[in-house]
């Protein structure tokens, strides 16, 4: 059983947005570090985005600052990723991972994973 699961990937045209929902029922997701990572084929998982435990703190990498947002809504055990202005170099399996007291740069850090979400973004 998945403690972690993904939710929202799809298709969509370069310029177009799309939301992504990781959802538990195993972690209060309020007091851990919460990942957004992705793959795309050929490459290494990468973290895009992490927001941290307690205070939300917020990060995200170089490549999606200011088209990404992470967001957590602790009522609902939910962690969101929003993705605006989608690029075709966005096309990656998006994955939610968690476990972890604080965020990281380095996507082994995270112990539970979920199965992933597929994003694909072509015209």
């Known amino acids: 059983q998945e403690q972690v699961v993904e939710s929202g990937g799809g298709l969509v045209q370069p310029g177009g947005s799309l939301s992504l929902s990781c959802a538990s029922s195993?972690?209060?997701?309020?007091?851990?570090?919460i990942a957004w990572l992705r793959q795309a084929p050929g490459k290494e998982r990468e973290v895009v985005s992490c927001?941290?435990?307690?205070?939300?703190?917020?990060r995200y990498a170089d490549s999606v600052k200011g088209r990404f947002t992470i967001s957590r809504d602790n009522a609902k055990n939910m962690v969101y990723l929003e993705m605006n202005s989608l690029k075709p170099e966005d096309t990656a399996v998006y994955y939610c991972a968690t476990d972890h007291p604080v965020c990281s740069w380095y996507a082994g850090d995270f112990g539970s994973w979920g199965q992933g979400t597929q994003v694909t973004v072509s015209s």
């Open positions: 927001i941290s435990g307690g205070d939300g703190t917020t």
């Open positions: 195993t972690f209060k997701l309020e007091y851990y570090a």
